[in-house]
């Protein structure tokens, strides 16, 4: 029977033991998102030899991976001091999270970068992906994590997550999936970015964690691992100003303090970044102003604190 394509959903949960299954559900596991490419990395294995005909002789298969890849709008949880759904997204793409409070009252949630290892020190989840009458299961699963912030347009997340290997079952799509209320985020130009703690007028913005993922094999072992997390880095499209300092700024090696705030209090998202470095400065023109395509490369200062994540 054919299934419309239409038909999917996506759950996620941590996982207390990495590589376990922490089954997810409908009713609490539910992440919104907007779009979803599952892919099988299942790798033809040649079986060539020599023979007194052409062709080779029948392959194998390699069953490496399993991946889909996400987008979703970025939004608080519903509250102040709620986790929002995407969090097996960050999690398992090595950040930590953080409820703040004020006289126990939560205020904010806070996730930061950490550095994590194999085995028992990964961070892993587990995530179901329905699609056309198949459960596609990712356990184990790590992610990269990026988000683009348009002007007049939502934050939009992406992320790709891989885990091991897992044959699909068919089910039906689950019923009593749960989303949480909370509107996305919109940018708009009453939002603040700044450098130095002077606002600047920026463009098209995007944030790219750096998170590098491989699922490696070994005989008796198969786990997906973040592997590094080498360039933490923000691209925007600044506002063209007759100086030189971006350029003495870069061939400065100048660090500064960058922030950037979306949306307003109760559903606000900012990120922040105590040493940031510019990278590349390129003379570029939208039609109406000269710009600066701007790379910022966020670099730490004492350990795992590049940038910083707050939904307030």
Do not use: C
Not at 151 to 171: D, F, S
Not at 237 to 263: C, I, V, W
Request: charged share 15%; net charge negative.
């Amino acid at each position: 029977m054919s299934v419309s394509t239409l038909q999917k959903a996506l759950l996620g949960k941590i996982e207390s033991t990495p590589g376990t299954d922490s089954v997810p559900t409908a009713a609490l596991n539910a992440i919104r998102i907007e779009s979803g490419t599952f892919t099988t990395g299942i790798e033809a294995l040649a079986n060539q030899g020599v023979k007194q005909t052409f062709g080779d002789m029948k392959s194998n298969m390699i069953e490496k991976q399993n991946q889909l890849e996400v987008s979703f709008k970025i939004r608080s949880g519903g509250g102040l001091g709620i986790i929002p759904d995407y969090w097996p997204v960050m999690f398992s793409a090595a950040h930590t999270i953080t409820i703040n409070t004020v006289a126990t009252v939560p205020v904010s949630v806070v996730m930061d970068p950490i550095t994590t290892g194999p085995d028992t020190a990964r961070q892993t989840s587990t995530f179901y992906w329905y699609e056309d009458g198949l459960l596609w299961k990712l356990i184990g699963a790590v992610a990269t994590f990026q988000f683009d912030a348009p002007i007049n347009g939502y934050i939009t997340g992406k992320a790709t997550i891989v885990a091991p290997y897992v044959a699909p079952t068919t089910v039906v799509l689950p019923t009593g999936i749960t989303y949480q209320s909370s509107d996305p985020i919109k940018v708009s130009a009453s939002d603040v970015v700044s450098e130095a703690a002077t606002p600047i007028s920026v463009g098209t913005f995007a944030f790219d964690a750096g998170v590098a993922t491989d699922v490696p094999h070994m005989i008796g072992d198969v786990q997906a691992l973040v592997t590094g997390r080498d360039k933490s880095s923000v691209t925007f499209s600044k506002r063209s100003l007759a100086t030189a300092a971006d350029f003495n700024r870069l061939t400065g090696l100048t660090e500064a303090a960058f922030l950037a705030q979306f949306g307003s209090a109760g559903n606000r998202f900012t990120l922040s970044a105590s040493a940031a470095q510019y990278e590349v400065v390129t003379p570029a023109a939208d039609g109406l102003f000269n710009n600066r395509d701007i790379t910022l490369k966020l670099n730490e200062t004492v350990g795992d604190d590049a940038y910083q994540i707050t939904i307030d």
